[in-house]
């Protein structure tokens, strides 16, 4: 990936490789900058709105499902039109929807608030996949994704902190005026750098009709859907550990909400040591090896939340975390890009369908951790053992084709 060359399309030179990375991740982060900022923030914004806790949990689920089908539709209509204007266009709905979070003054506007910028968050996620098939192929497609991982790793990672200092000191609607500056800075940024990266003789002109018949192609195809689904639900153990990481961390263990956002930073370390580490021992092993391998390693992690104590101090419930999220940090670069490589002409068609199945199944995951009558550490075992299981079953299903 040599920085200045043209681009597949070869209508002008591209950015370096670093700079297209780096748009990418931002692209694909803010969906979860926005989510993971407000974590820390829970027990105040439940207090100030007048709900429980457990009623918070519908701004993720509401969140994740308007995420997950919004996607189904921004795919294939940029397969027609273009990355540009529907990426431009989503973070303008995102920031519309985050100045109506910051002024939501009950559970219903918040929730109202969060299913607009999931509208426009979907698009700006969905097609920064699209985008990095747009501009690479093979092993480095591979390779940047996984370092689009590390640094969207960040935005989960480092925004509880972020959240937890702003909550104790300012009050927790100053978390969604800091997501809705950073949407602005990444149009801005996207628009002058980086721009359209799916040329008009690359576009196809499908109808509706057409877009139904090539999501049924793809979800017979098992090139694609055995590694998509497996991925997805691996994405849906990370998911749900977001929503269950309040009760674990602050109402289990008893951390303040400014250690849990410290705790969420330090375990960005072992997602960056994963994704840099996957494109190199896929190289010598090959990628089916070297993911199959971590989906096994995060099934570890769910197991010992499963079979563990109910209420395990910081110590164990993070030794379960960390070997969840070394297996995932493998996994998930090497299975996506397996599941999009071959579908470059399809590439936001395919990422639409991915999306939406991370998303529905990360939908069903935090709404099973917030109705299942079991300790939250439990439930969320439960949750990432059996989908790891599922996952590994579905990718050996792949490997063996």
């Keep these: 990936m040599q920085a200045e060359t043209p681009n597949k399309a070869g209508d002008r ?9 780096a748009l ?33 949990g519908l701004t993720l689920s509401s969140f994740y499902i308007t995420y997950a089908l919004g996607q189904l539709i921004v795919g294939p209509l940029s397969d027609r039109y273009g990355r540009k204007r529907l990426i431009v266009g989503g973070l303008m709905v995102f920031v519309a929807g985050t100045i109506i979070g910051g002024l939501a003054k009950s559970l219903e506007v918040l929730v109202l608030a969060r299913i607009i910028q999931a509208c426009g968050a979907c698009a ?22 996984s370092l689009t991982m590390i640094a969207t790793a960040a935005a989960p990672g ?25 949407a602005v800075v990444i149009t801005v940024v996207y628009v002058r750098v980086l721009g359209e990266t799916h040329p008009i003789n690359r576009r196809a002109a499908t109808s509706a009709h057409q877009v139904i018949l090539a999501y049924g192609g793809l979800m017979k195809d098992r090139r694609f859907i055995l590694p998509a689904l497996s991925m997805s639900l691996l994405m849906s153990g990370l998911l749900a550990s977001f929503g269950a990481a309040p009760a674990i961390l602050m109402g289990g263990i008893g951390l303040t909400s400014l250690q849990a956002g410290c705790y969420f930073a330090s375990t960005v370390f072992v997602v960056f040591g994963a994704g840099i580490t996957a494109p190199r021992l896929a190289h010598c092993y090959g990628s089916p090896r070297i993911a199959t391998l971590g989906i096994a390693c995060a099934m570890l992690g769910g197991a010992m939340l499963l079979f563990g104590p109910a209420q395990p101090e910081l110590w164990w419930y993070t030794l379960s975390m960390v070997t969840f999220l070394w297996g ?11 599941a999009m490589g071959p579908f470059g002409p399809r590439a936001g068609l395919a990422s639409a369908l991915l999306g939406f199945l991370t998303m529905g199944l990360a939908a069903i995951a935090t709404w099973l951790g917030s109705v299942l009558p079991f300790p939250p550490v439990t439930t969320l075992g439960g949750i990432q053992f059996v989908a790891c299981l599922c996952a590994i079953g579905l990718f050996t299903a792949r490997s063996n084709q």
């Design 13 to 21: 030179p591209r950015p370096s490789s670093g700079i297209i990375v």
């Design 24 to 56: 990418v991740a931002g692209l694909a982060a803010i969906s979860m900058l926005s989510t993971n900022i407000m974590l820390p923030a829970f027990p105040q914004i439940a207090e100030d709105l007048a709900v429980s806790a457990r009623d918070l």
């Design 124 to 145: 700006a996620s969905v097609l920064s996949r699209a985008i990095a098939r747009d501009m690479f192929d093979g092993e480095a497609l591979a390779k940047a994704l």
């Design 158 to 182: 480092f925004s509880p902190l972020v959240g937890g200092f702003l909550s104790i000191t300012v009050g927790w609607r100053t978390t969604f005026i800091l997501v809705g500056l950073a």
């Design 328 to 338: 995932m940090g493998l996994a998930n670069p090497l299975g996506t890009a397996l």
